[in-house]
């Protein structure tokens, strides 16, 4: 599955890429779909933010692997990934709840540690580095939530 110009990519490297590009798919489908369902400015705001920010990686992620990843269309390297925000697009989420917005950071923030326990595993410079950048800008997503919530209290 990746295409790049390293032979040290191991199995957990490329099962971490695949899950990696799921997290950004879905995430950005729950996302465009959350910002569309709240009236509150800031917080469809942030969730624009992070439907946007979702969609950049995919891309770059995508590209630097060499990996093809049409919008909304199928791709046999993801089955079997299911995410929450599968299941989460479904449900009636209350963005101006609390407890809702306090789960999603929760739930944000497994992803995140599943990409630094993933980064500390690879031996791959060039996945490290990789992973590295988008762990930042998941950092970033995980602080617009928070100060949504900050504001929320």
């Not at 490297?13 to 569309?36: M, N, P």
């Given at each position: 599955?990746?295409?790049v ?8 490297d490329e099962i ?5 590009l799921?997290?950004c798919r ?16 800031s917080?469809?705001r942030a ?5 946007i920010?979702?969609?950049?990686l995919?891309?770059e992620v ?6 093809d ?9 993801l089955d ?9 697009i479904?449900q ?12 999603l950071?929760a ?11 993933a ?15 988008v ?8 602080d ?6 900050a504001?929320q209290?």
């Amino acid at each position: 599955m990746l295409d790049v110009s390293s032979h040290s990519y191991t199995h957990m490297d490329e099962i971490s890429a695949t899950y990696l590009l799921a997290v950004c798919r879905d995430g950005k489908l729950f996302y465009s779909h959350a910002a569309e369902s709240v009236e509150n400015y800031s917080i469809k705001r942030a969730l624009q933010q992070m439907a946007i920010t979702r969609q950049e990686l995919l891309k770059e992620v995508s590209a630097k692997l060499a990996i093809d990843m049409p919008d909304n269309q199928h791709d046999p390297h993801l089955d079997g990934i299911k995410l929450w925000y599968t299941d989460a697009i479904d449900q009636a989420w209350d963005f101006s709840d609390m407890m809702v917005l306090s789960k999603l950071r929760a739930l944000e923030s497994k992803n995140l540690d599943s990409l630094i326990q993933a980064i500390k595993k690879t031996s791959n410079q060039y996945s490290r580095e990789l992973m590295s950048n988008v762990a930042a800008r998941f950092q970033l997503c995980l602080d617009l939530l928070d100060s949504i919530i900050a504001k929320q209290s």
